[in-house]
Nanobody, 115 residues
Framework: QVQLVESGGGLVQPGGSLRLSCAAS????????MGWYRQAPGKQRELVAI???????NYADSVKGRFTISRDNAKNTVNLQMNSLKPKDTAVYYC?????????WGQGTQVTVSS
């Protein structure tokens, strides 16, 4: 089992920045990919950004140029730097890890962008 703990959510004004972090613990042996998803009220969960073990990244079109995902393999953490935040970025953000054919999810952290 892999446990994920997210941190860094909160309330921010439009144009502001937040940094989300996710720490993985437990039975970690070969994480294939780590990523962030989000789910806004009344909408389906969607991919925000993902980083695979080799370092390649992929972003949703809506966040390209504003968000940056990074990973610390030694600490088993994944971060999401979010800049130029918009009200439409408001959602619960979930950390996600792929390992050994299984997918693990964090409990989610709320990000609210509002003036």
């Amino acid at each position: 089992q892999v446990q994920l703990v997210e941190s860094g959510g909160g309330l921010v004004q439009p144009g502001g920045s937040l940094r989300l972090s996710c720490a993985a613990s437990g039975s970690i042996f070969n994480i294939a990919a780590m990523g962030w998803y989000r789910q806004a009220p009344g909408k389906q969960r969607e991919l925000v950004a993902i980083i695979i073990s080799g370092g390649s990244t992929n972003y949703a079109d809506s966040v390209k140029g504003r968000f940056t995902i990074s990973r610390d393999n030694a600490k088993n953490t994944v971060n999401l730097q979010m800049n130029s935040l918009k009200p439409k970025d408001t959602a619960v953000y979930y950390c996600n890890v792929h390992q050994g054919g299984y997918v693990y999810w964090g409990q989610g952290t709320q990000v609210t962008v509002s003036s």
